[in-house]
């Protein structure tokens, strides 16, 4: 404790005080508010600590989401940052970079993944991914998707 003192000392009257237990409190409420955004759309949204795991083609709304919530909960935006599956992450990337990856992007989903999806969406009459069964086909045959 006391190396980490030495390299922290600016932290030493928040160790033992529960800011660790009041910041999970924030960031549960700014998750709450993630949730219930997406919920209302009934589109599925994965929260992990202070991470979102979403569709891909929902990354810029989620980025707004979350702004609005932290700016809510805790008075300002928070910064975010953003990492997809075939990228590194990033702190600065505006949403036309975002945008311009998504649709440049080649082998998105794998056949399984897409075939659990559209039967999901079959089943339930539920639209989740803008992409068509023929159209997925039709990218697996020329090579587009994985």
């Known amino acids: 404790m006391a190396a980490f003192l030495e390299v922290n000392p600016a932290l030493e009257a ?3 005080s529960d800011q660790g237990i009041r910041l999970m409190y924030l960031d549960s409420q700014i998750t709450a508010h993630v949730h219930n955004h997406f919920t209302k759309q009934e589109i599925p949204v994965l929260s992990i600590h202070d991470s979102y795991v979403i569709d891909h083609m929902r990354v810029a709304e989620l980025r707004d989401v979350m702004a609005e919530a932290s700016e809510a909960v805790v008075g300002h ?15 600065h990337i505006s949403d036309e970079q975002l945008q311009e990856h998504i649709e440049n992007r080649q082998g998105i989903r ?6 659990r999806l559209f039967s999901y969406q079959e089943l339930t009459g539920r639209g989740i991914s803008p992409v068509s069964r023929g159209d997925a086909q039709k990218g697996y045959r020329l090579g587009l998707l994985g």
């Open 110 to 115: 794998c056949i399984g993944y897409m075939d």
């Open 14 to 16: 928040f160790l033992f």
């Open 77 to 91: 935006a928070l910064p975010t940052s953003i990492k997809l599956p075939d990228m590194p992450e990033y702190s």
